[in-house]
């Protein structure tokens, strides 16, 4: 149960530290989503770029068991370098 916390919180970090990197184009926003009771978080943008809408996943990672599982990764860094 330790470990999980541990995970929870890393993960969180993670999706907090990406979020502070707004989109420089159009009116565009970011979100996450902490589900902690089935342990899946996501950062995602939604908006508009001129008459387009946007919305898409930047960063989808779910706990499963003992690990993490980063299922998207839409970054340039790499999720998995900074866990």
Not at 2 to 8: A, D, F, V
Not at 51 to 71: E, N, T, Y
Request: glycine share 8%; with cysteine; net charge negative.
């Amino acid at each position: 149960m330790e470990q999980l916390e541990k995970y929870r919180q890393l993960v969180q970090q993670v999706l907090a530290e990406h979020n502070k990197n707004k989109p420089s184009y159009g009116d565009i926003e970011q979100f996450t989503i902490v589900d902690t009771q089935n342990d899946r978080y996501q950062l995602g943008t939604v908006g508009w770029d001129g008459d387009r809408c946007v919305f898409r996943c930047l960063i989808h990672i779910d706990i499963k068991g003992d690990q993490i599982w980063i299922q998207y990764d839409g970054t340039e860094v790499g999720v998995a370098n900074e866990l």
